[in-house]
């Protein structure tokens, strides 16, 4: 306890406020003896109580003694004089400092978490974690990734700028605990790193001399996602142990979203190459016969399904194409894998592909033989180029039957059938001889297309006479015309609803067509 009247003047002044302020003796004035802050609270607390201001005048004031932290509450004495009752309050201030730290930090890392997850795109990933780097760990920070031949790729930013992205031709060795980092070893402390020492790629443009450096890991799935270096300008404060305890937790959680970004892109691109090998193929003409398909997978977000088709050309002039129309029993990627492990079945039955029977037979043997319980419907059809007409070999296995669309609009069935693929262990076939004229074509579609559920009440199907009515609008068109017009209308259908793998392909007859033509290829007129 400290006393003092008026004016100012130590009164009184216990054993332990003698500890507290050592000039503080009976008789000293309290500007020689004690902290400004408290000899201002003392002016306002013997203030003429019309000065007063209450109640800030009799209030508890704090203020630094050294490297303590006191409140000081004041109690006006009857003869005119205050007792200053003074706590150390030093204790609960740093521990409310480092409780206010510890919420930021969270805050800070919560927000980054949300950031750095919102995106699977690994440049976004390095781009943000560079940025909140730099804003709020450091006056500047590097994302550096794991080599990509003999160029690393970093990501540089400056606190307050945005980040940009450099191929940087180096050797980790030449920067102390880099190379280490980058292979997920721990960090090396920040004491033991000679900012001057630093080579010049790491420094950003017009950035002033650096005063410390940290360089922390970025953990990854079990490959390391890269490397985050700090840096901060000369005459700032230097890198503490806390700080680069924290920039660790905060390189944990960016490198966790770095490597999911990485396996995604990769995965990604793995998806994609596979999908181009499911994807049925651009058809266009072969040997002077004309070629269309159309393929809608059941579900509007995926690209495969359970449906399929191939051309396979004549290997030489004057030999039949092999055309594949498959529907294979399910939907989705599960149904896609099989078709085409379907797919490069067939294409290795090629050679005998003048035998429809066998090649079917040695096909449902194949799937019989496999774990994979799934069956097929499929139609091969043959189709070879006889001046101006087209010969087909039409065989179905449990497949609707090709639909002949003749040049006069007349719609007729193919006479072939057969038995399922991989349901039974002999096959039974049926196969079909078709000339095409010009300006004929030929059918081949799933049943996605006739059993499409919709029109005006919803929950009727299309049908084979509305596609047969449909057809017979096409007539003398070409084979994409066609398709366009079955897809269409098969669409129109189902509207919004929900409906099965839908493909269908044409194989159209050269038309007769005016002397400027070449192969067929011309849009010339036509004089079918």
Wanted: charged share 20%.
């Amino acid at each position: 306890m400290l006393v003092a009247d008026a004016r100012a003047v130590v009164v009184h002044a216990n054993a332990a406020a003698g500890l507290v302020f050592p000039d503080a003796r009976p008789g000293s004035a309290m500007a020689d003896a004690v902290p400004g802050w408290l000899v201002a609270a003392h002016a306002r607390c013997t203030a003429p109580a019309s000065e007063r201001l209450p109640p800030a005048g009799t209030a508890a004031v704090e203020g630094p003694v050294g490297d303590r932290w006191y409140e000081a509450h004041p109690t006006p004495l009857e003869d005119g004089t205050v007792a200053w009752w003074l706590v150390d309050d030093t204790d609960h201030r740093l521990a409310r400092e480092a409780l206010r730290k510890e919420r930021e930090r969270t805050e800070f890392l919560v927000r980054s978490s949300n950031l750095l997850l919102s995106s699977l795109n690994l440049d976004r990933c390095m781009d943000v974690t560079a940025q909140m780097a730099a804003d709020h760990l450091a006056d500047a920070a590097l994302v550096i990734a794991p080599a990509h031949g003999p160029e690393l790729p970093v990501v540089t930013c400056v606190r307050g700028g945005s980040p940009s992205i450099s191929r940087a031709l180096v050797d980790p060795e030449d920067v102390p605990g880099l190379a280490e980092a980058l292979q997920g070893f721990p960090p090396v402390p920040s004491r033991w790193l000679d900012p001057s020492a630093a080579p010049v790629w790491l420094v950003p443009d017009g950035f002033a001399a650096l005063g410390s450096i940290v360089i922390t890991p970025l953990p990854g799935q079990g490959v390391p996602a890269g490397a985050l270096v700090l840096l901060r300008a000369d005459g700032a404060n230097a890198f503490t142990e806390g700080e680069e305890v924290f920039a660790r937790l905060f390189a944990a959680r960016a490198g966790a979203a770095m490597s999911a970004a990485r396996l995604y892109a990769e995965q990604a691109s793995i998806t994609d190459t596979l999908m181009r090998e499911l994807l049925p193929p651009l058809l266009h003409q072969v040997s002077g016969v004309e070629y269309a398909g159309g393929y809608r997978p059941s579900k509007d977000h995926e690209r495969v399904g359970g449906d399929f088709y191939d051309v396979h050309p004549a290997a030489g002039e004057g030999e039949a194409s092999l055309v594949v129309l498959g529907d294979v029993c399910g939907k989705g990627l599960q149904a896609a894998v099989m078709t085409g492990k379907i797919r490069n079945t067939l294409h290795a039955l090629l050679p005998m592909a003048d035998d429809h029977h066998r090649m079917l037979s040695l096909l449902n043997t194949s799937l019989l033989n496999s774990e994979n319980a799934r069956f097929a419907t499929m139609v091969l059809a043959s189709a070879a180029r006889d001046g101006n007409a087209v010969r087909l070999r039409l065989t179905s296995a449990g497949h609707p039957a090709p639909l002949i669309l003749r040049s006069d609009g007349r719609v007729e069935e193919a006479r072939t059938k057969g038995t399922l693929v991989g349901a039974l262990p002999e096959m039974t076939t049926e196969t079909a001889r078709v000339t095409l004229a010009p300006g004929d074509t030929c059918v081949l579609y799933t049943d996605g297309i006739s059993e499409a559920r919709g029109g005006p009440m919803g929950g009727a199907m299309f049908g084979e006479e509305r596609l047969r009515r449909a057809l017979s609008q096409c007539a003398a068109m070409p084979a994409e015309a066609v398709v366009e017009h079955v897809q269409m209308l098969t669409s129109q259908w189902v509207g919004a609803g929900r409906h099965d793998d839908m493909a269908v392909v044409v194989i159209a007859a050269p038309r007769t067509n005016h002397p400027g033509a070449v192969d067929g290829r011309t849009r010339g007129r036509f004089t079918a």
